[in-house]
């Protein structure tokens, strides 16, 4: 039995990431999730852009995941300026920030910082070295698989599911996503590598491709399972416009952009 730094043996990681306040999307990938996880953690982004941010926020907190702060988080709880977001970002913080109940704000408003480390594996929102960076591509993942806390890292941010990995000097980046629907496409870890890995979001997925975005993580066994499952799209869509959130947001669920 291998003993992971942090303690958790054999223990089964769902990660979530950049939820974003879409109820619909989270509990379709909860039930594909269903009895294959034992520990929840989260990589921040709550809320913003969706219509459900207080459902949201309770699903996690009942879950009792293990869950750090986000961009957006910041933004709505007043850490942040939301001038610097796009305008229809910004409109869904303040229509955010005057629909979450105040226990709810608060939580946010005490999120850790990542990194953090979890049972053998590190979390961040952004970059390793900055929890607002980007990283699209394996010059930016460069300096985050260097300094890694861990061997296995996790982030999120771009919304765009996927893995960076180092071996020896040479960063590569690898494909994970799944082609069938409720299917997952397991990545072996190699000896003496360094990931930095992506779930992909759950509530706004970025890669073109519309279905929710997690992954499961068993260390032990040295695999990370990347999952991609269809949810009811148009459900959420027709509560962000009764909710009068910002047309683009509403369209670009439906191409996955
Ligand atoms: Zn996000």
Redesign the pocket.
Known sequence: MVVLPGGSVGVRYLILS?I?ANLTAFETALDAARGKWDKAVCLG?LV?YGPDPNEVIDRVRALDALTIR???DKAVSGLTNPEEFNPAAHAAVLWTREHLQIGNLAYLEKLPKGPIQAGGFSMVHGAVHDEDEYVFGPEEAADGLLDAPTPVVFF??T?IQGAFTLHGHDVGSLHTKPLLPNQSSTLNLAPNTSYLLNPG?IG?PRDGDTRAAFAIADLENQSVEFWRVPYDVQDVQQRMMQAGLPEPLILRLSFGR
Do not use: E, K, P, Y
């Open positions: 950049d974003h982004d913003g986000g961009n957006h999120g941010h919304h979001s706004q």
